[in-house]
């Protein structure tokens, strides 16, 4: 259940969303990294997997993120696990599980990198 403040749950709830977030990339107990929309984060989707269901929903999430890597100085591995974060400042939750790191493909024309990731049920 996602408790917040009242700014908060005025973006989820809105008619037209527009939420600010960022996702922040850990190894181990350390925060190694966090893009935002204003730096390299260009797009993330989580959605609901598995072919077993509990109480109608799928059991495991599963997130992709997209980054864009310029300068290529980001180094994500299977060694780190991400966190979604909605709201900037003093005003954000943390809706979602860690997320463990399973694939990182980087497109050489593009410079963007695409990380899929699982929680732990998976």
Request: net charge negative; glycine share 6%.
């Given at each position: ?103 990182v493909h980087r497109d ?15």
């Amino acid at each position: 259940m996602i408790n917040a403040n009242e700014s908060i749950k005025n973006m989820i709830n809105s008619p037209v969303r527009a939420l600010r977030g960022r996702v922040e990339v850990y190894e181990g107990s350390t925060l190694t990294l966090m893009c935002g929309c204003h730096d390299s984060l260009k797009e993330f989707t989580v959605e609901r997997l598995g072919e077993s269901k509990f109480f109608g929903y799928g059991v495991c999430q599963k997130i992709n993120v997209a980054l864009i890597d310029i300068h290529r100085n980001i180094s994500i591995s299977t060694a780190n696990t991400l966190e979604v974060v909605f709201g900037v400042g003093s005003d954000y939750i943390y809706p979602f599980p860690s997320f463990y790191v399973t694939e990182v493909h980087r497109d050489e024309k593009t410079n963007e990198l695409s990380i899929t990731a699982y929680d732990a049920l998976y």
